[in-house]
């Protein structure tokens, strides 16, 4: 069973960073990949960044590219989303996420299937 415990949420001022860790247990495919998502009040779900097991391939929303840094070590290591320059807009509850990666498609179209329980990112105006 695959367990994804977040962890670094928190209220910052605009133009502050945090960084989320992600850490995994009990993932058994060959093919992963982890990624963040984010759900802000009266919002659906978005994919906000990704990346493979191997940490090879990323993918990032467009609202978050050259802001928010996604990445990990090795595969035994936790992932991290570092988040840069935040905004009001990025208020949301962020959430982790991993599931198997077919052959062929992009990190952000992996089948995410396991979820963390969401920690709340606050960024003040």
């Known amino acids: 069973q695959v367990q994804l415990v977040e962890s670094g949420g928190g209220l910052v001022q605009a133009g502050g960073s945090l960084r989320l860790s992600c850490a995994a247990s009990?993932?058994?495919?060959?093919?992963?990949?982890m990624g963040w998502f984010r759900q802000a009040p009266g919002k659906e779900r978005e994919f906000v960044a990704g990346?493979?097991?191997?940490?090879?391939?990323?993918a990032y929303a467009d609202s978050v590219k050259g802001r928010f840094t996604i990445s990990r070590d090795n595969a035994k290591k936790p992932v991290y989303l570092q988040m840069n320059s935040l905004k009001p807009e990025d208020t949301a509850v962020y959430y982790c996420?991993?599931?198997?990666?077919?052959?062929?498609?992009?990190?952000?179209?992996?089948?995410?299937?396991?979820w963390g329980q969401g920690t709340q990112v606050t960024v003040s105006s």
């Open positions: 996420a991993a599931g198997r990666l077919p052959y062929g498609r992009s990190v952000m179209g992996a089948d995410f299937g396991s």
């Open positions: 009990g993932l058994t495919f060959s093919r992963y990949a």
């Open positions: 990346i493979s097991w191997s940490g090879g391939s990323t």
